[in-house]
C-alpha cells in the first residue's frame, strides 16, 4: 500500500469499497439548515470566547470555521459537539435545541485534531469503539468496521496497531472511527495538521469526494486559509469571538467586507485614499500611494470618503515601460525583493513615496521574467481588480 496516497492504493490497484454509495447529498442552494447557531455567546470568567454568533450550517454541506489562533472557532464546534454549554442562546439540530444534550446522546461525532486513538487497540478496535459502547450485536459492529475499513481505504489492516501505521493511516482510522456511528454531522477540529504539505494537499480531495459521496454535513475548524478555500462551499470567518463574514470561498477572498478579513484571507495590497468622485459602477480614489486609482465599485461614495482599496497580487500586471502621463491604475516603483514560489514569484516594489507593494507573476517559462531588484517598473491593473473597503 502506497504511504504517499493516505487513502490507500494506486488507483489502479483499488478494489471497489464494499459498502453501497448513499444518494447524493442535496444541492446547498436547496438545503435546509441542519444546524443553527442562534445568538450563542460562551464566556469562561470575564473572558469571552465566542459572542453574539448566528449561523446556520445546510444539511449535506461542507462548512468551514476559519480563523487565527483563539477566534473563538473550537470553541464554536466544542458547543455543537456537547463538549461546551453556551452562556447565552441555543445550538439547534434539526430544529431541536440541543444544548443540554450530553455529547454521547448527540447524532454529532467528532474527529480530533491528535487522532486520539487507543494505542492498546487494533485498528478494527479503534473503529469499533463506540459501537461498542452503544451495545450493539457484535455481528453487525463487524459488518460496520468492515465497510469503514472498505471506505478509508484500509482493507487488511484491521489487527495493526496506531503505531504501525504511518500517518495519513491514522488519520484515516480516526476519520472511520468518527463515521462509524453514522452521525448526521461530522466535526474536523484542524484534520490535516499533523500530515506533511504532499498528504494535505492529497487528503483534501479526498475528504471532499467522501462527504459528496456519504451526503454527510462536515463542518472543519481550521486556521489555513488555502485548507478552507480548497475543502469547503462555504466559509465562515472569525476573529476575536464574531463571525465577521460568510459566504462561498471564492466571495470571501473576492469580496471581502472589511481589511481584517482582506489581509487575513490570502495576501494583499491595502491602498488607504480617499474618494474625488463617485458615479454608476465607478469610483475615483486619490491614493496616498501616489497617482489617480479608479475602481469598479456598486455603491455611491461620497466626496472625501476616507477608504482603502484592497488589491490582490495577482491582479497587478508589471511593465517595464511608462504608461501615458496621467493614466490612472499605474503605480510607479522600483522592484526591492524577489521571492521564487516555483509556479509563480512574487516582486515586492517600494514605490517612489515609500509604500510597499507586491505583485505575483506566474511563471509560464522556465527562464526568468527579466526584471531584477533595482529595475524600476510600473504597476499597472484594471477597475475591476480593486476592492473598496470603508472599515
Not at 483534501?204 to 488555502?226: I, N, P, S, W, Y
Amino acid at each position: 500500500m502506497s504511504d504517499d496516497n493516505p487513502f490507500g492504493r494506486d488507483a489502479a490497484d483499488r478494489q471497489p469499497a464494499a459498502a453501497p454509495a448513499p444518494p447524493p447529498p442535496q444541492p446547498a442552494s436547496a438545503a435546509r439548515p441542519l444546524v443553527q447557531f442562534d445568538t450563542v455567546s460562551k464566556r469562561f470568567g470575564g473572558f469571552v470566547a465566542v459572542d453574539s454568533v448566528l449561523l446556520d450550517i445546510r444539511e449535506g454541506e461542507f462548512f468551514a470555521l476559519l480563523g487565527p489562533s483563539g477566534c473563538g472557532k473550537t470553541t464554536l464546534l466544542r458547543m455543537l459537539a456537547g463538549f461546551e454549554r453556551p452562556s447565552e442562546g441555543r445550538v439547534l439540530l434539526d430544529g431541536e435545541d440541543i444544548s443540554g444534550v450530553p455529547p454521547h446522546q448527540r447524532p454529532v461525532n467528532m474527529m480530533f485534531q491528535s487522532y486520539a486513538l487507543f494505542p492498546h487497540l487494533s485498528v478494527a478496535g479503534n473503529i469499533a469503539f463506540g459501537l461498542k459502547q452503544d451495545a450493539m450485536p457484535s455481528a453487525e459492529i463487524a459488518t460496520r468496521v468492515n465497510e469503514m475499513l472498505a471506505l478509508v481505504r484500509l482493507e487488511g489492516l484491521g489487527e495493526r496497531r496506531p503505531h504501525q501505521l504511518s500517518g495519513g493511516q491514522r488519520q484515516r482510522v480516526a476519520l472511520a472511527r468518527a463515521l462509524a456511528k453514522r452521525p448526521k454531522v461530522l466535526l474536523l477540529d484542524e484534520p490535516l495538521s499533523a500530515l506533511d504539505r504532499k498528504l494535505r494537499e492529497e487528503t483534501r480531495f479526498e475528504l471532499m469526494a467522501l462527504q459528496k459521496r456519504l451526503g454527510l454535513t462536515f463542518v472543519v475548524v481550521t486556521h489555513d486559509q488555502e485548507e478552507a478555500m480548497a475543502l469547503a462551499g462555504r466559509i465562515g470567518v472569525m476573529n476575536s469571538g464574531r463571525l465577521v463574514q460568510v459566504g462561498p470561498p471564492g466571495e470571501v477572498y473576492e469580496q471581502p467586507n472589511s481589511r481584517w478579513v482582506a489581509g487575513f484571507i490570502g495576501d494583499v495590497n491595502l491602498l488607504e485614499g480617499r474618494v474625488t468622485s463617485s458615479g454608476i459602477g465607478h469610483a475615483m480614489i486619490e491614493s496616498v500611494a501616489g497617482g489617480r486609482i479608479g475602481v469598479a465599485h456598486k455603491a455611491d461614495l461620497a466626496p472625501g470618503t476616507h477608504v482603502w482599496v484592497a488589491l490582490r497580487p495577482e491582479k497587478i500586471e508589471l511593465d517595464g515601460k511608462a504608461p501615458i502621463a496621467g493614466a490612472e491604475n499605474s503605480l510607479e516603483g522600483r522592484v526591492s525583493e524577489i521571492g521564487y514560489l516555483g509556479g509563480t514569484s512574487i516582486y515586492k516594489i517600494r514605490l517612489d513615496n515609500g509604500v510597499d507593494m507586491k505583485a505575483a507573476v506566474v511563471n509560464r517559462e522556465r527562464k526568468a521574467a527579466g526584471v531584477a531588484i533595482g529595475d524600476r517598473v510600473w504597476l499597472n491593473f484594471k477597475a475591476e481588480a480593486g476592492v473598496v473597503l470603508t472599515r
